[in-house]
């Protein structure tokens, strides 16, 4: 079910050379911090396709629900430094039919990967496959940048 994106990383040498002069918890943290500026960029593009699915109608706003969230359990048990993009309350309907912008949107999941009845209009998976190169860029600048600024400070604290 899930689609498969790939993509290939080129002219990060730089990059890979300053990391082996940074220990563990400098990259993580670093990683973390541009892992989360890449990470909202997908956000803001799945908010704006979204923005096309909102009935101004109902009040319930989809782009509204588009949250970004440290995904805590994948890093705990591998290690991995990880970002969810995803909908507030998934796919809970609640019965109060509140017609509040921040209430539950799950009739997202129907739009996003259709049903019998109508076609998928896909724009989370679209979100990061139609902008990988843009995400991929921001999350290296973004990450040399802070290995950079992890260097200078170590540096300046060595001749002080």
Do not use: C, Y
Request: no cysteine.
């Amino acid at each position: 079910m899930a689609d498969d994106i790939q993509f290939s990383l080129v002219g990060i040498d730089s990059l890979l050379g300053k990391l082996d002069t940074v220990n563990d918890e400098v990259r993580r943290k670093t990683g973390r911090t541009a892992l989360r500026r890449a990470a909202e960029m997908v956000a803001n593009n799945f908010r704006e396709g979204a923005r096309r699915w909102d009935d101004p109608d109902t009040g319930r706003s989809i782009a509204d629900n588009i949250v970004l969230r440290w995904n805590g359990r994948l890093f705990r048990r591998t290690g991995d430094l990880g970002f969810r993009v995803g909908v507030l309350h998934g796919a809970v309907l609640i019965k109060n039919g509140s017609t509040e912008t921040s209430a539950p949107t799950p009739h997202w999941r129907l739009l996003e990967f259709g049903t019998e009845h109508i076609a998928a209009d896909p724009v989370a998976r679209s979100a990061l496959k139609d902008h990988i190169s843009e995400v991929t860029n921001e999350f290296a600048t973004q990450f040399e940048k802070g290995i950079d600024r992890a260097i200078r400070r170590a540096e300046k604290a060595r001749s002080n």
